[in-house]
C-alpha cells in the first residue's frame, strides 16, 4: 500500500512560481518512478512530468523549460517546481506512482494562475 500527499498549490499570477510536494509512504520509493499528472476544470487528467529511479526526467511539450521535476530519496518526497506559470497551467494537479502492479494517486493540489 502506498499513499501520497500532494501539497504546495495556490494561486499565483502568470509568470509566477509554485512548488509542489509529494511525500510517499509505503512501498519502496527507491524504486518507484513518481509521476505528476494535471487536470483543468472539465478537462482530462494528462501526464505533465515524471522522474525515474535514476532521477532522469521526463517532460511533456506544455511544460518544458518552465517546470522542473525532482526526487528526494531519502525523505521519500517528489518536487514539482513550476516557474513562468500561464492561465492554461491551472488545473488540480496529482502525484502518481505504481507499485507491485498497482497504480496510486495522491489526493491532488489546485493550482490557480489568474491575474
Known amino acids: 500500500q502506498v499513499q501520497l500527499v500532494e501539497s504546495g498549490g495556490g494561486s499565483v499570477q502568470p509568470g509566477g512560481s509554485l512548488r509542489l510536494s509529494c511525500k510517499a509512504s509505503g512501498g519502496s520509493f527507491r524504486r518507484q518512478i513518481m509521476r505528476w499528472y494535471r487536470q483543468p476544470p472539465g478537462g482530462r487528467r494528462d501526464l505533465v512530468a515524471a522522474i525515474t529511479t535514476s532521477g532522469e526526467p521526463v517532460y511533456t511539450d506544455p511544460v518544458k523549460g518552465r517546470f522542473t521535476i525532482s526526487r528526494n530519496d531519502a525523505t521519500n518526497v517528489v518536487y514539482l517546481q513550476m516557474n513562468s506559470l500561464k492561465p492554461e497551467d491551472a488545473a488540480v494537479y496529482y502525484c502518481?506512482?505504481?507499485?507491485?502492479?498497482?497504480?496510486?494517486w495522491g489526493q491532488g493540489t489546485q493550482v490557480a494562475v489568474s491575474s
Open positions: 502518481q506512482t505504481g507499485f507491485e502492479l498497482v497504480t496510486y
